[in-house]
């Protein structure tokens, strides 16, 4: 970030030491003291570290590459590949993917993101992957940003939206060649839960 001299972290409660400390210290530009203590949360100390760092830097930056493991970072999502099937959502334990609620899109809070790789390691289509950074730019990093969306799919039936347009071509492509989804059988799967039923019903 363009300091003159290497940055010291210091920890502990005994603040006689630590004015001492801040006494033997180099006149740098990082010497002004930032305001904040009490916490106990080491993620949110050193966000809070970086980001007064950050504001008082020489030559500010973006965004840094970490490496792995690292407790921040986003993660990539291969469009192609994602169903929207949610399986990362479930999984993840910080909240930091979201569903969109009454719509088809996968949701990413990176300051939440701890990079665990419990969502990785859940995707069944191997969509996603990991990508250590830290963001100094903690309001861009709290906001919610679209990952992936898809079109919904409408029941033939009913219309009734329930599910994602890939996500039916997929399956779909996937059974065509079974033999218990020729047909009518095959056309079940683009009905929702309701309709297909119905149909499986009517034809018996």
Same mark, same amino acid.
Not at 15 to 34: C, G, N, R, V, Y
Not at 125 to 130: D, G, P, R, V, Y
């Given at each position: ?13 005994? $603040? @006689?030491?630590?004015? +001492? ?10 010497? @002004?003291?930032?305001? $904040? ?36 970072? =986003? ?14 959502? +479930? ?24 990079? #665990?790789?419990?969502?990785? @390691? ?6 996603? +992957? ?24 409408? #029941? ?30 095959? =056309? ?17």
């Amino acid at each position: 970030m363009g300091y003159s001299t290497a940055i010291h972290w210091h920890q502990g409660n005994d $603040f @006689t030491a630590l004015k +001492s400390h801040i006494q033997q210290l180099p006149k740098t530009e990082a010497a @002004t003291p930032s305001r $904040f203590a009490g916490m106990d949360n080491k993620r949110r100390v050193s966000t809070m570290a970086l980001s007064h760092l950050y504001e008082k830097a020489p030559s500010p930056q973006a965004e840094i590459t970490l490496e792995k493991p690292a407790p921040f970072g =986003e993660i990539l999502v291969d469009k192609q590949a994602c169903t929207l099937c949610m399986s990362c959502v +479930s999984v993840c334990p910080v909240g930091a993917l979201v569903d969109g609620v009454d719509k088809p899109q996968l949701n990413f809070i990176e300051d939440l993101c701890v990079q #665990c790789g419990i969502c990785e @390691t859940a995707c069944p289509e191997n969509a996603i +992957s990991l990508a250590p950074r830290y963001l100094y730019q903690r309001d861009q990093a709290r906001q919610k940003r679209i990952l992936h969306e898809e079109a919904i799919f409408h #029941c033939i039936s009913c219309a009734k939206p329930f599910a994602t347009q890939k996500m039916i071509d997929t399956i779909t492509a996937k059974l065509k060649d079974h033999h218990m989804f020729q047909g009518a059988a095959l =056309e079940q799967l683009k009905m929702c839960e309701d309709c297909r039923v119905k149909a499986m019903f009517k034809k018996g």
